[in-house]
């Protein structure tokens, strides 16, 4: 039998603390059930005393995820500490996950301590932290620019005051590939007492090597691998957990492990988090970007045709990705409905189902065909339960090469029919002015985006918008044939996912001590 690696996902917290990844904690909620789903060992869900919404998250999840532990980060000092076990206190299966740097660069500018000191508090945390769990991982930030004896020290030290599970991280994306496995071998040959514990490696992707960096610590001993779907996280982000588990499952001839991930539901997990974030994925993304599995080239195409694994190393149906696009439409039933569903990667309750079904009939109605992303957008807010405090009624736009864009727009808000007019420097920004004015908002545009969904010139397009407002991001989404229609519908959606997330910001502060 193959040795198992434990996955362990940091989605919802290294990945989330980069901008433009942030989510609320419902959104959270959603994404660490699909990651239950996908068979991750172990759900990082936050980092408790950074700020309260991270506290939240880890109370809810520890409170609703079943299988997979939970853990959550704190530093070495006790208050860190003892928020963490707070936030895990519901948990089936907690653990606890502290780190201090361990590179003479970082003690010396970061935390001004001597390498005495760093020891001390590692072991003073410790000590603490074993009277109320014994589920510890200990993580030495840094750990690839940090002096390898030094490195040894302090591990030696962690796994005799009782941590179960040690993290290397390549906290910069600085190292290489053979220098990695060789740092991992030398902690594994040199730190007594290693072998009760279980070694992980954590790489981000600054020189892209992140994926690459994993698989050399594996070589070398380790047997747990922090990772994030789609590889979102600080900067150029950390290894992307589908790279890392299809290369392992692609790769059994030379690589004798194996992952407990059901491989079918990476590509539904990769596009729920799409859908959350709104991030975008270039099309060229190794396992779940669009063009992974396309053939173009007619060399390439004539010789999948005659036998598949001339161009293909394994099939989009072993990630997940679905056979055939699927459209729906208004005579599409109940039943056809929820299997689609399925297959992207959503689970209704009978009730939200039923909800569902009748807003896609009224959607069915307006438009003749129904994409996976439209039912994405409908399955979401219904399980979010965002409420439409705007509505778009009723739009015109004129532009041209001879007239000043203008847009008139009706907009229904909070149940009252309103209307008004902008100029513009362009139909879009006319719209969005008019909106703006309609709904008296004070956010930002960060980003717009338009994505065809379909090809030829009568496509579907796909609009993204992302606003600011106090700190708060949102993204919204619009499908339409017209994509000024999309545009409007797109604002319009991220301002309703605004006024929801304010609302539950406010909640949330109410109810914390
Ligand atoms: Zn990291």
């Given at each position: ?17 980069a901008p433009g990844f942030s989510m609320n904690i419902e959104e959270k909620l959603i994404l660490a059930h699909q990651l239950e789903k996908l068979g991750v060992d172990i ?135 053979f220098e990695f496995e060789s740092l991992i071998k030398y902690i594994k040959e040199k730190t007594p007492g290693i072998e009760q514990v279980i070694l992980s490696v954590h ?311």
């Open positions: 039998m193959s040795e198992k690696i434990y996955i362990f996902d940091t989605t919802l917290r290294d990945g989330e603390q759900i990082e869900a936050g980092f408790p005393s950074a700020s309260e919404g991270d506290y939240e998250a880890v109370r809810r999840v520890s409170q609703e995820v079943q299988t997979p532990e939970v853990c959550a980060l704190a530093r070495t000092r006790k208050e860190d500490i003892e928020r963490a076990l707070e936030a895990l206190e519901p948990a089936q299966n907690p653990r606890l996950h502290i780190f201090i740097a361990t590179s003479d660069l970082h003690l010396e500018y970061k935390l001004r301590m001597t390498r005495q000191q760093v020891i001390e508090s590692v072991l003073s945390a410790l000590e603490f932290a074993k009277k109320y769990i014994d589920n510890i991982e200990f993580s030495c930030e840094d750990a690839s620019r940090s002096d390898p004896d030094f490195l040894v020290q302090v591990i030696t030290e962690a796994v005799k005051a009782g941590a179960k599970v040690i993290n290397i991280p390549d906290t910069v994306g600085y190292t290489l590939p790489c981000h992707n600054d020189l892209g090597l992140a994926v690459a960096n994993s698989l050399a610590g594996i070589r070398a001993g380790a047997r747990q691998v922090e990772c994030t779907i789609n590889g979102i996280g600080e900067r150029a982000g950390n290894a992307a957990m589908e790279e890392i588990v299809m290369a392992i499952n692609t790769r059994k001839d030379l690589l004798d492990y194996h992952t407990d991930i059901v491989t079918e539901q990476i590509y539904p997990t990769s596009r729920l988090l799409r859908k959350i974030t709104g991030l975008v994925i270039p099309p060229n993304k190794a396992i779940v970007g669009a063009n992974a599995f396309s053939h173009e080239a007619g060399i390439h195409q004539d010789g999948v045709l005659k036998h598949r694994l001339t161009y293909e190393i394994m099939t989009p149906e072993k990630v997940g990705i679905p056979s055939s696009r699927l459209v729906l439409g208004k005579h599409s039933g109940r039943h056809a409905f929820r299997k689609r569903l399925e297959e992207l990667g959503f689970e209704l309750s009978d009730e939200e189902l039923e909800q569902a079904f009748r807003r896609f009939k009224e959607l069915a109605d307006k438009k003749k065909e129904v994409f996976d992303e439209d039912l994405e957008v409908l399955v979401m807010d219904e399980i979010l339960k965002i409420p439409k405090k705007y509505q778009l009624r009723y739009i015109n736009v004129t532009s041209g090469t001879e007239v000043m864009p203008t847009a008139s727009v009706q907009m229904e808000i909070d149940g009252v029919l309103v209307r008004d007019a902008e100029f513009g420097d362009g139909p879009v920004d006319a719209a969005f002015k008019t909106i703006a004015k309609l709904t008296g908002t004070k956010s930002r545009l960060l980003l717009y985006s338009v994505n065809a969904i379909t090809g030829g010139t009568d496509a579907q397009g796909e609009v993204r918008v992302r606003i600011e407002e106090e700190g708060i991001e949102v993204t919204g989404f619009g499908a339409h044939t017209d994509i000024i229609v999309a545009s409007a519908l797109a604002y319009i959606d991220a301002l309703n996912r605004l006024e929801y997330r304010k609302k539950n910001l406010s909640q949330l502060r109410r109810q914390a001590p």
